[in-house]
Every structure is written in structure tokens, then in C-alpha cells.
């Protein structure tokens, strides 16, 4: 039998009477019907359609008369959330480029290995990251940088302000030297009011190389095509549409863009007319909250440790939530005790779904007004789910097993990753999430186990394979295995247990080392000393026996 791999160049008519066929296409139909309403706001700086269109043009033709970039080349983004961000993605999609988005925590190892592995030949980055780029960009072929700081599109006083008290007061810009770097905001002037040369794109043409680890191993790019977001992105709509919310009103964004979670439900599914509130440092509580206090809020995007953080502040109580009919929950699982804080705080309940880089992600979402807590509703729409036991054979209806999606949102596959791409599907070409998951008579999903191996920490995906690696290349240690392990604030933490050669290393030896080569929510929290691993007869680390000591000891 061949296998069926996903075509990815098919969005589901019934969906779709917009006619979309790239995501250009959706500002375009934007521009025509809210080209006066707000789009995106950051830092006090609102763009409306009009404008959002206008300066990704711009910016389009700059990448096209400007740089050597040519259809199909991929540039990295490596922003956080501020305005330009939409802006150079649409500018990048209308020049028939392929967004790569980047982690903007990324250490420069991390950082090298998303650019070569994607062949990234451009990259816009914030001020504050610059000094990474500089470490290792003659190791990648990127040949065009544009650097940009928070308030570049303010007003001139604004823009003075605001930059001078982030470089020289928060001193969040170390100093770098990036010689040919191109001043983002010259670029985005310097073709103002003209039109990018028209490219002929299909669905089928990949948009984003999103990066993900899977459950294993260093990350791999999901080839995501603009018929798989566009899919997504309608069969979101399809599944979230609220009587009495529409998506013209206020969308409290503070999830980081780059993370697929928020890429399209920040950026596309609230496109149509809707205004998202991008919050660069959702961190900041204090901060946060007081931004809310400016916003007449429908809609608020975020996931389980937020919310705990929110409704633990003194002053998120006083936030006018008079408006607000709809709380989407995903990226790490939702207690049901944080649902009922929040509804108790804001008298909204949350909506939870569920999904997967590889699938753009959402594969199901609750009903809203139908929520079953503990749920992570039902598949949305053109979505086909499947649990199968470990040699691949449905299960009894009832029982536990792999849970496994096809539909148009599905990735067509690892960017330039035949065998892991391969691995990925079943024969009759559904793909295997790794989530362990039951399934009901009324089509509700409930995750009863995850991918083994794989951590969440605060929402973020963190693979064993690659923190083990980095502790491992330190000269005193033997060897280690990292496991997840429960914490009350970021839902699972990182526990690293290591072998080593010198009875003198410690944990903050460890955790220093880690702080130079990974990001930061990568870094184990806990750092046990062991005279050996429990191993099987190959030789293989049992890390299920790890976690099986871990549980008994708290």
C-alpha cells in the first residue's frame, strides 16, 4: 500500500464563500470591507486595515527591489509582539516569500539551527536580539538583516521616548555590530503608496515553516501551506462564532506571535474585521493588566498559567468585563479549578481546544455555550480523528488510544524531513499526534496522557533530547535524562537527573550552563545527582522509571 500523505492545497469550499486562496487574499477582502477599523494595537500604536495593507506593501516592494530574495526564499521573523509584526508577515507573503517564525528567547545556538535548517536568506529582528544574530550569522545564509525597536512606528516624540527609555533605561538592547543592517522603518518608507509587483501564488505554496521538536530531537520546520491556514483559520470562525460576539470587537492577544497558538487565532482568525491588542510582555502582570483597563474587551486569548497569574493580581479584579463573552484556552491543558477562578473573577467561562503545530493548529475546540470541562471539545469541522493502539489498529470505541487527525489544516509535512514526514502519518495518511486520548459517544476528546516524553512548561513545548544534549556537552557530566515533573505555577517543570564526573559540580553550575545554550523555560528548574540511570538491556535510559520515582517522592 502507498501511503497517503496530505496535498494541503484544498480549502473546504462550504467554508470558505470568501473565495480565499492565499492569505493575502484575506487582506485584501479586509481592505474592501473594514479598511477604517482598527487592526492591530501595540504599545498605544493602533494600524487599521488601511494602514496594515498599506505598509506591508510597502514593505514587499522593498524585499523586492531592494534585496535578492525571490520567490519561495524563506525569511525568519524574530519579533515580539509589536505591530510590525503583521506588517512584515503580509509584506513577506505578498512578495511570494515563506515566513520563518522565530522564538524571540531564542539563545544564538537555537537561533542558528532554525536559520540553516530553514535556508532563511533574510531576518527582521527587535534591537534587543540583535547581539545573538551577530554571533552567528556568518553561519547561516541570511544576507539581509532589518532591525527594528519597540516604538519605530509612533509618533517622532513617541518614538524618541519610548526607544531611548527600552536602550537606556531598561537597558534591554545590548550593544551589537551588524554593519549592512537595514533600519526597519526606512524600509517600511521608503516605497510608501506603491504596489508590490504581482506573484502568482497557489493554496497549495507553503506560507510558514513553523518549527517544532515533535515529541523528540532537535526541532523540524511543519511545512504549513496558505491552504492549511486559511483552512484553519475558517474552521476556527466556524466553531467560535458566539451570538452576540462578533470578531469586529476587542481580541486581548497576549500569547507571543511566533507561537502557532496565537499566530492564528491573534493574526487570522480575528483578521476579519476584528482588532487584537498585541501585549509584548504578558510577564509584566502589573503592566498587562493596567493595558486592559484601557479596553472595552470581548475576547481574550490565553492559556492555564495566565489566567492563574491574572486572577492572583490585586488589580485584574477591577477590569471591566461587562464585555467580555469569550475566554479561548490552549497550549497546555486547562484546570478545571483555573476555569472556575476565572469565571468566578470575570463571570466568563473558558472555552478549551486543542491542537498541534503540525496542524496550524487547532484540530478541536469546546462548543461555545456547550463546554464540557475536562474536554477538549470536538474535532471542528472537516476534521476526521481516529484512535488507534500501538500496532496501528482502531480501538473499542470508548478506549484509549493515539489520537490521529486528517484534514485540511494538516501540514503537508517536515520541511526537507522525508523520514520524519513519512513517520509522522499512518498509511491511509492521518497524522499521529503522540496524545493519548478517548473519545466519546457525543464526539468530546479528552487527553488521558501525552506524548511520553514531551514537557509543557507555562504552554511551551520543551523535548527532552535537546536539554540532554546541552547538559551532556558539559565536560563533568556522564551522562543525564530530563523528565517533566508537576509545578503548581507553570504546570510541569523541568528535572534533569545527572551523572557525573566530579563530586564538586552543582546545580548552579548546570543551570548557568544551560542559561548560555537554551532558552530559558528550557532550563531545568531541578537538578538531581545520581551515581547511575536506570537503563533497559540495551542500554536505553528508562525515563518512564524517572518520572515513576519523581511521583513517589513528592
Not at 220 to 240: C, D
Not at 437 to 449: C, F, H, K, T
Request: charged share 20%; proline share 5%.
Amino acid at each position: 500500500m502507498v501511503q497517503q500523505l496530505p496535498d494541503a492545497k484544498t480549502i473546504p469550499a462550504d467554508i470558505n464563500p470568501y473565495g480565499f486562496k492565499t492569505l493575502p487574499d484575506v487582506l485584501d477582502y479586509c481592505l474592501r470591507h473594514y479598511s477604517e477599523r482598527p487592526a492591530f494595537t501595540s504599545l498605544g500604536r493602533t494600524i487599521d486595515y488601511a494602514e496594515l495593507d498599506k505598509l506591508s506593501s510597502a514593505f514587499a516592494v522593498y524585499l523586492q527591489q531592494e534585496t535578492r530574495l525571490k520567490p519561495g526564499d524563506r525569511v525568519a521573523i524574530q519579533l515580539p509582539n509589536l505591530v510590525q509584526y503583521p506588517i512584515v508577515l503580509f509584506g513577506i507573503f505578498k512578495a511570494g516569500l515563506i515566513a520563518v517564525n522565530t522564538n524571540p528567547l531564542y539563545t544564538a545556538s537555537e537561533m542558528q539551527h532554525q536559520f540553516v535548517d530553514s535556508g532563511a536568506k533574510a531576518l527582521i529582528i527587535h534591537k534587543s536580539m540583535a547581539h545573538n544574530a551577530e554571533k552567528i550569522l556568518t553561519k547561516t545564509a541570511i544576507e539581509t538583516v532589518f532591525v527594528t525597536q519597540v516604538a519605530d512606528l509612533h509618533s517622532l516624540m513617541k518614538r524618541t521616548v519610548i526607544n531611548a527609555a527600552v536602550k537606556y533605561l531598561k537597558k534591554l538592547e545590548p550593544e551589537y555590530h551588524l554593519p549592512n543592517a537595514i533600519d526597519l522603518r526606512s524600509a517600511l518608507t521608503k516605497y510608501s503608496g506603491e504596489k508590490p509587483a504581482p506573484v502568482k501564488t497557489d493554496p497549495g505554496d507553503v506560507a510558514v515553516l513553523q518549527y517544532t521538536g515533535g515529541t523528540t530531537g532537535v526541532s523540524k520546520g511543519a511545512v504549513l501551506t496558505h491552504a492549511n491556514l486559511i483552512s484553519n483559520m475558517l474552521q476556527a470562525r466556524e466553531r467560535l462564532e458566539v451570538k452576540g460576539v462578533n470578531w469586529q470587537e476587542t481580541v486581548i492577544s497576549p500569547l507571543p506571535l511566533y507561537h502557532i497558538y496565537a499566530f492564528t487565532v491573534a493574526q487570522l482568525v480575528s483578521l476579519l474585521g476584528g482588532h487584537s491588542v498585541l501585549i509584548p510582555n504578558p510577564k509584566d502582570i502589573d503592566g498587562f493588566v493596567k493595558e486592559m483597563m484601557r479596553w472595552k474587551m470581548t475576547t481574550f486569548i490565553g492559556l492555564n498559567t495566565l489566567f492563574v497569574a491574572l486572577c492572583n493580581n490585586e488589580k485584574f479584579k477591577d477590569v471591566d468585563f461587562s464585555h467580555l463573552k469569550f475566554t479561548a484556552s490552549g497550549g497546555m491543558a486547562l484546570n478545571p479549578s483555573t476555569a472556575e477562578l476565572w469565571r468566578r473573577v470575570t463571570g466568563c467561562q473558558i472555552v478549551e481546544g486543542y491542537g498541534l503545530t503540525e496542524t496550524s493548529p487547532a484540530v478541536s475546540f469546546n462548543v461555545p455555550g456547550k463546554t464540557r470541562l475536562g474536554t477538549i471539545g470536538q474535532a471542528v469541522i472537516h476534521t476526521d480523528v481516529r484512535l488507534i493502539d500501538p500496532q496501528g489498529n482502531d480501538v473499542e470505541h470508548g478506549a484509549a488510544g493515539e489520537l490521529c487527525v486528517k484534514g485540511p489544516q494538516v501540514m503537508r509535512g517536515y520541511w526537507q524531513r522525508e523520514k520524519e514526514t513519512k513517520s509522522a502519518f499512518t498509511e491511509d495518511g492521518y497524522f499521529i499526534t503522540g496524545d493519548i486520548a478517548v473519545l466519546d459517544d457525543e464526539g468530546y476528546l479528552r487527553i488521558v496522557d501525552r506524548a511520553k516524553d514531551m514537557i509543557i512548561v507555562s504552554g511551551f513545548n520543551v523535548y527532552p533530547n535537546e536539554v540532554e544534549d546541552v547538559i551532556c556537552q558539559h565536560p563533568e557530566v556522564i551522562e543525564c535524562a530530563v523528565i517533566g515533573v508537576p509545578d503548581n505555577n507553570s504546570g510541569e517543570a523541568v528535572k534533569a537527573f545527572i551523572v557525573t564526573n566530579n563530586s564538586s559540580l552543582s546545580s548552579g553550575a548546570i543551570r548557568t550552563w544551560c542559561k548560555d545554550r537554551l532558552t530559558r523555560y528550557k532550563v531545568p528548574k531541578i537538578i538531581e545527582f545520581a551515581d547511575e540511570l536506570p537503563k533497559t538491556n540495551v542500554g536505553k535510559i528508562m525515563r518512564r522509571k524517572l518520572r515513576d520515582s519523581s511521583s513517589h517522592a513528592a
